[in-house]
């Protein structure tokens, strides 16, 4: 029975195999070889052949010719927006003429307006004189402007000084405005 069983293959199937196998990935390493080829060319045939290129230059010449027309676009844009609204600035903006007149229209002539700081929320007004008689006219009136609420609508003294050797006095008051 043991002389029945071979173990060991016969060496022409062997070798026939091993020719098989040998052929058979000299074929496929052919055929990968043609096919690497054939791609190549192709590749590089649509590289040569596309437009791609110059497509890629004419779409930067676009995009810099937008960038210029853009800003002069915004520009433009700006420029005519400022122009449409400039009515409506004018109309919100206060009449500082006028309001300086009702302010200032009732001073002593002998009453001197050292500094004036006007913001959003009101005015601070120093005044000086050689008369306190003339503070005190100068003070009722925007007493005046305050009870008319026509300009303030509250009015504070920040301080009264007196200085003796020159016999000046002076005055800060500051209204809030309504």
Do not use: W
Request: aromatic share 6%; glycine share 4%.
């Amino acid at each position: 029975m043991s002389n029945e069983v071979n173990l060991l293959r016969n060496k022409q199937q062997n070798s026939s195999l091993q020719r098989n196998y040998v052929t058979l990935t000299r074929l496929v390493a052919a055929v990968c070889l043609f096919l690497v080829i054939a791609i190549e060319i192709t590749i590089f045939t649509l590289q040569n052949l596309s437009p791609l290129g110059e497509l890629q230059r004419k779409e930067s010449a676009l995009l810099h010719n937008l960038t210029l027309y853009h800003t002069k676009a915004i520009q433009e844009y700006l420029i005519s927006d400022r122009a449409s609204h400039i009515q409506s600035i004018l109309k919100s903006r206060s009449e500082f003429d006028v309001l300086m007149a009702k302010l200032f229209n009732g001073l002593p002539s002998d009453t001197k307006v050292d500094t004036l700081i006007l913001d959003q929320a009101g005015v601070s007004v120093a005044l000086s004189s050689t008369s306190l008689l003339s503070l005190g006219q100068s003070l009722d009136g925007f007493i005046a402007l305050k009870d008319k609420k026509t300009i303030f609508k509250s009015i504070f003294i920040d301080g009264l000084t007196a200085d003796e050797k020159n016999a000046k006095f002076s005055l800060v008051v500051h209204g809030k405005f309504l």
